[in-house]
């Protein structure tokens, strides 16, 4: 045991210094049709989900008062 080398660790690689220049089309949009008809698709739904019409819970009548327990004695 006592008889084991371990590989050295390599040195880090020097990198590139950055520049700032960055490529415009990189960040550019794909499919602008898709993208507006994405965009008016989304205000639809978003505008439907405020004229949602609220549905009346309350009942007519009110719930029996009777409750009934089913089983074995115990």
């Known amino acids: ?3 084991q080398v371990n590989r050295p660790h390599r040195k880090a690689k020097s990198k590139k210094k950055h520049n700032g220049d960055t490529n415009p089309k990189a960040f550019a949009y794909a499919n602008p049709g898709k993208l507006a008809k994405q965009a008016v698709r989304s205000h639809d739904v978003k505008e439907k989900r405020l004229h949602v019409p609220l549905v009346d819970r309350l009942p007519e009548e009110a ?3 009777i409750v009934a ?3 074995p004695p115990g």
Request: hydrophobic share 45%; no cysteine.
């Open 69 to 71: 327990v089913v089983g």
């Open 1 to 3: 045991m006592d008889d």
């Open 63 to 65: 719930p029996p008062l």
